[in-house]
């Protein structure tokens, strides 16, 4: 006889849904509450440890999981989470998932302005703080009538809005489901051939996704979890992986080129890390070859992606040097094209070398923005049915005759000097080229006439010279296409989110002469 009660979600956060016995709940869990229950259940200690070697207690979990029942929060709910990098704070994401409601990460450094703002957006109807305590908000915002009202999370519900902006202007929430969540999880987690032998050192932020899915690999496959609260310094962050050997490190291009100035200044070799991700940018191909000098054996494996979708490109570690500064290409679940526009109108694919807008499609695809008129962003290209959507990135691309794909740069950040358009990685690649550069970006300064001037930023090698860089890089340009400034940094100024802080670069550009 079929009893409702199997599968409906227990107030008491109790385990859900009919399991068959000796089966792995996390092999056919379908939202991130069944891998909270899944993790609860194993009573594992220790897996997920902060800087100091405390580990989360379930109990946390489960208390406040209690405290958000108490307030009738459940699926179809939006929690705000002021997510640290800390036990409190991935604590508070795995309660709100227990319930089977919707997680909001937000910034703990956010004003109290912003946070409000992102609330009332998403008529969330909490905001739990960074110390635990559970703060109603809108109690009246609830979806749908009262028979809507599910009892149990499915595929369906959406399981984190993550805003990508917010600091000003109206905020953009990218709504994720349940599903969205979990294909993502299942095909990085399978790629990258994540087990419980893995520990993970987190550096990058809770409130992003990149943050955040480092928790939910260390759900779906027992994988050890180091947290690094608030470190941004690379010796730090050395002693971190000293003391706790992980073995993948995810990184964002600001991260290891600081890390591995770090230890290739100190001719320091770290074993034990197998691998090294990367978003958020481009990794110069001599951030690369150090990486692979500190860590011996480790396997570089470069990415693309975007809240919109996670993770979308990979180049396999084996064909880095080969195709040194692709992405490579779809995640296993993806479909990828580089899509051009006709002189009628009509959408082609592109040729190879051809350069063209991203377009991704797969059930990793957000569901959309939370805020639809919130300004330019990603934009979901509607097909034959409800799930046949692309999402056109808006990131110019370019495919070679292997099917590899290469990063040009955004639409919105093309640089038009003297009339002439200036893609930033095709400029950066050449500096990069040269063996004294580390790294390199290029941005785009208004002068008062109007017109555009292409300003290069180089972090060079130690005992670089720079006249002779700044030199050898023009004459490898075409008149055309060489950049008005061409400014050396001893290091990357890092954003709060551990990326290169572009809005930094903007501002050391204006006074540029």
């Not at 994401?93 to 319930?99: E, F, G, K, S, T």
């Not at 609260?229 to 971190?240: A, C, F, M, V, Y």
């Not at 640089?415 to 040269?434: F, M, S, T, W």
């Not at 001893?490 to 930094?504: Q, R």
């Amino acid at each position: 006889m079929f009893d409702q009660h199997d599968v409906r979600h227990m107030k008491d956060g109790n385990l859900n849904g009919a399991v068959a016995p000796g089966t792995d709940p996390r092999l056919w869990a379908h939202t991130p509450q069944h891998l909270v229950e899944a993790f609860l259940s194993d009573a594992a200690t220790g897996l997920i440890v902060d800087a100091k070697g405390a580990a989360l207690a379930p109990q946390a979990v489960r208390d406040l999981c209690k405290a958000l029942s108490t307030d009738d929060i459940g699926p179809g709910d939006v929690v705000l989470v002021k997510a640290e990098n800390t036990l409190q704070g991935v604590a508070a994401i795995l309660a709100v998932w227990l319930r089977g409601a919707t997680v909001c990460p937000v910034d703990p450094a956010a004003s109290a302005e912003v946070v409000t703002l992102i609330g009332r957006e998403i008529h969330a109807r909490a905001l739990i703080e960074t110390d635990g305590r559970i703060m109603p908000l809108d109690t009246s915002a609830r979806h749908g009538t009262e028979w809507q009202r599910h009892g149990y999370a499915t595929g369906d519900d959406l399981g984190m809005v993550i805003f990508t902006s917010g600091s000003s202007g109206r905020p953009k929430g990218v709504m994720l489901s349940n599903t969205n969540i979990m294909t993502a999880l299942r095909s990085i987690a399978a790629y990258l051939d994540m087990s419980a032998r893995d520990r993970v050192l987190c550096i990058p932020p809770m409130f992003l996704d990149y943050g955040v899915y480092q928790v939910l690999f260390t759900l779906f496959s027992r994988s050890g979890l180091v947290l690094g609260t608030g470190i941004r310094n690379p010796i730090t962050i050395l002693e971190l992986i000293k003391t706790y050997q992980p073995t993948i490190i995810p990184v964002v291009p600001a991260l290891a080129s600081g890390l591995t100035r770090i230890l290739n200044t100190f001719s320091q070799q770290l074993s034990g890390v197998r691998l090294v991700c990367n978003t958020g940018g481009h990794l110069a191909p001599a951030t690369v070859q150090s990486l692979r000098r500190a860590f011996p054996g480790v396997a570089v494996v470069p990415m693309y992606g975007l809240t919109e979708t996670k993770r979308a490109l990979f180049l396999p570690a084996e064909l880095v040097d080969s195709h040194e500064g692709s992405v490579g290409g779809p995640m296993p679940g993806l479909d990828a094209r580089v899509v051009v526009t006709a002189a009628d109108g009509a959408l082609l694919e592109a040729e190879d070398g051809q350069e063209g807008e991203l377009y991704l499609r797969g059930s990793s695809v957000m569901q959309g923005y939370h805020a639809a008129d919130a300004g330019a962003g990603a934009r979901i290209v509607e097909g034959r049915y409800r799930d046949d959507v692309w999402l056109a990135t808006g990131d110019l691309f370019v495919r070679d005759a292997d099917g590899c794909l290469y990063f040009r740069g955004r639409s919105k950040a093309l640089v038009k000097q003297r009339g002439y358009c200036l893609y930033p990685r095709d400029i950066e690649a050449v500096a990069e080229a040269h063996p004294q550069v580390r790294s390199a970006v290029m941005i785009g300064r208004t002068e008062p006439d109007g017109d555009e001037s292409a300003v290069l930023f180089i972090v060079p090698e130690t005992a670089a010279d720079p006249d002779g860089v700044r030199a050898a890089v023009l004459h490898a340009l075409p008149v055309t296409l060489q950049p008005r400034f061409v400014h050396f940094l001893p290091e990357w100024p890092p954003s709060p989110v551990g990326k290169i802080d572009l809005n930094a670069l903007h501002t050391i550009a204006k006074d540029l002469n």
